[in-house]
């Protein structure tokens, strides 16, 4: 029988006593080795010190408070795989007992950033080692974790803030975890987009969400013409320092009448739900000036718009095209094709530009 004193050996060794337990029953698949049992004799080795760490003023744990997953030794070990955890968007509160459960028991976490993903961990106690995994990185390390998990690795994947993929790396990691056949596991929590919309007092039938709004003029009036005549509610994630151009846009696309809904600070503090129509919004920001990140949810279309982009609207793009470099008769192609407009109109209205 295995004896406590080299489970605390073993145990110095590995970054938790989840992959500790897991690799010994892999290693000693014996029918008398029960998982209960492992598992007690690993968290008796540390009980003493973690209740020396419970009682310290200064420990995280003596300020935290518990939950149902704190008696870790009878948490069943996760399955080997990949759990896409949702985490708070702002207030801690909204975080999930399951996803506490997996990333207490996760192999390793995945982070869009560790510090951010540090401070979560932290005011929860939980020991699991992190590894970076972000836009810059996760081509060179995609194949790495792949085969980690072929090996029957237990991973969690974790953005910032929110459900991770949705605007976030994460998604070639689970198309290419899907195309391999390994275990793809979703753990349901926060949403920046379902929450804007479920206070927006629009429709929650029929929507899209559209992705975070386009930074130049041009590309926003292409992106917003693409979506003009959608029935559906529309959401876009907006930056601060955006909003007044997005909104000015949105105007000239959408019509001045057009009922929104600027979501800000969601579940933080300062959460605000500004509802009214998007000629009056951006009067609004401009007179108080926009803080803080904002989800804005538009109305979808009532079918009165039109559908031709008027020759404004042309021109925006036009100009654009044509300063990044493109030859006038290639943009005017262009975007006769990208906003559904008549060439010939195109055309002459690319001649007031020369």
Known sequence: ???????????????????LARSILTIVPSPKIQQKWVMQKIFTTSAVGQQNDRDSPSSPAATTAATPYDDCSTTPLLDPGLYIVATPIGNLEDITLRALRVLRTADRILCEDTRRTGQLLNHFSIKTSMTSFHLHNENQKLSRVVEELQRGAALALVSDAGIPAINDPGGQLIAAAV??????????GPSATLT????SGLNMANFTF?????????ARVKQFTKWKDLESTLIFFVSPHALLGALDDAVAVFGEERRCCLARELTKT???FWRSTLSEALVEFKERGPRGEFT???EGSTGGEGEEATDEEVLVVLKQ???EGTAPSQ???QVALDLNVNKKRVYALSLQLK
């Open 321 to 323: 095209l044509i300063e």
């Open 210 to 218: 559209c992705g975070f709004i386009e930074a130049k003029s041009g």
């Open 331 to 333: 943009a005017a192609r």
């Open 1 to 19: 029988m295995m004896a406590t004193l080299p489970l605390a050996r073993l145990h110095r060794c590995y970054c938790s006593r989840y992959t």
């Open 196 to 199: 804007a919309l479920t206070a």
């Open 179 to 188: 195309e391999q056949g390994l275990n793809v596991v979703p753990i349901p």
């Open 296 to 298: 804005l949810v538009i």
């Open 270 to 272: 300062h959460e605000e």
